[in-house]
């Protein structure tokens, strides 16, 4: 028993690896200041982009109250001790003929979008992707960004009034399931498909699917845990109206807003963190020691693993060949025209020299043991390791200066 709990907890899959990197983002990116950030922009953000999906919602529904009392249940959610008073200067703002117009709304676009950019520029510094576009060309699409978000939250208001219309008629008809059980499940289905929209949108670049679903789970699932803890948040923090007087309730907001910005945060690392999850095994050979012998090696072998036969030339001598090979099992002899120069084995890797000075190979490398098992990494795969992580830069060029010294 004792020896298969050892086995288990030694064993170090690609899950431990992501969850890993998850919690080396939050340290890379400085996640308490970050997050912090994004919460002060959403928190001033979050009038104008009210406004705004109120005045659309009102062209489009008879009554105006109707918009304003699902606004409201969606703004409590994020400013529960002051969204009262944000709802109630809407309200006085929306109710005057003279506030709407094209400027107006124009004005109320770009108060929203420094929002938009915090959160565009945060998912890229997330994937460790710069930012090369003009400040123009980024506020347009910081305009184009409070439309989707806007969108979104239509999509959200209409969609969550059919589903509680649904729960009550799916009540009546199946009485077992209960109606608060049905909203649930399906609010929250609901919930992770606009947060997998958003990612979707707000990522810089193309994300699988699956990554952008699992970073919406886990997103939903924050916010619905939240929420559950909210009654205990609000009795515990009972004691801030000595301290804080009247300024207890934005306090509060402030607090429950980071929270729920870290939730967003939160699933936007782990999909940054599936993004990367090749790089992260690769990664991994020039990190743990005696990589050959862990249990890891499975997971490298099964998607960049080649197995080769005794004689087999991996390159010859001149080839335009700038890939990386990592010996797991077998011999590698490494010779030119005037002869043998090494034998390379299992642990070790060859071929960083055309690599890394994108020149033709300067050997050949042949199998000289019966079989050989080696991973192969692309020269796009290694220089994105070597741009992203120093520690195994210095490692990789330390050992290159070692074998150009002893050839």
């Known amino acids: ?20 990197e998850v919690f080396s983002g939050f340290h890379r990116h400085n996640f308490l200041a970050f997050n912090a950030s994004i919460s002060f922009f959403t928190l001033f953000a979050l009038i104008p982009l009210i406004l705004l999906i109120f005045f659309f919602l009102s062209q489009w529904l008879t009554s105006s109250s109707f918009a304003l009392s699902h606004l409201a249940n969606l703004t ?14 809407v309200y006085k703002v929306s109710s005057s003929k003279a506030s709407w117009g094209a400027v107006w709304i124009m004005i109320l676009f770009l108060a929203a979008t420094p929002l938009t950019a915090s959160l565009r520029n945060g998912f890229a510094n997330i994937l460790s992707l710069s930012n090369k576009n003009t400040f123009l060309r980024n506020k347009i699409k910081d305009i184009f960004a409070v439309i989707t978000i806007m969108l979104l939250f239509f999509t959200y208001i209409f969609v969550d009034i059919f589903l509680l219309q649904a729960s009550s008629i799916f009540a009546e008809y199946i009485p077992i399931v209960k109606k608060i059980y049905f909203s649930s499940i399906t609010s929250l289905i609901l919930l992770i498909i606009v947060v ?11 994300i699988k699917k699956k990554y952008l679903i699992m970073g919406a789970i886990l997103t939903s699932l924050s916010w619905y845990s939240l929420s559950y803890f909210f009654d205990f948040f609000i009795n515990a923090s009972s004691f801030y109206g000595t301290f804080f007087g009247g300024m207890r309730g934005l306090f509060i907001s402030l607090i429950w807003l980071y929270l729920n910005t870290a939730s967003l945060l939160i699933g936007a690392e782990l999909i940054a963190a599936l993004h990367k999850k090749e790089t992260l095994l690769l990664k991994q050979l020039f990190i743990i020691k005696h990589i050959h012998r862990h249990p890891i090696i499975n997971d490298l072998m099964q998607s960049f693993g080649h197995k080769f036969k005794k004689n087999k030339v991996i390159f010859n001598e001149g080839d335009n060949d700038q890939r990386l090979f990592f010996i797991i099992e077998g011999e590698i002899s490494i010779t030119k025209k005037i002869g043998q120069i090494e034998t390379v084995g299992a642990g070790s890797y060859f071929g960083e020299l055309s690599l890394l000075n994108k020149i033709p190979r300067v050997a050949t490398a042949e199998v000289v043991s019966d079989w050989a098992r080696i991973i192969i990494v692309s020269d796009t795969q290694m220089r994105k390791i070597l741009a992203e992580d120093h520690q195994v830069s210095m490692h990789f060029l330390s ?4 074998k150009l010294q002893l050839s």
């Open 76 to 89: 409590s959610h994020l400013l529960p001790e002051i969204n009262e008073r944000v709802m109630n200067e």
């Open 399 to 402: 050992n290159m200066a070692r």
């Open 1 to 20: 028993m004792l020896q298969t709990f050892k086995k288990f907890s030694d064993y170090k899959g690609i899950s431990y690896f992501i969850i890993k």
């Open 196 to 206: 997998m929209i958003f990612f979707n949108i707000y990522f810089p670049i193309k």
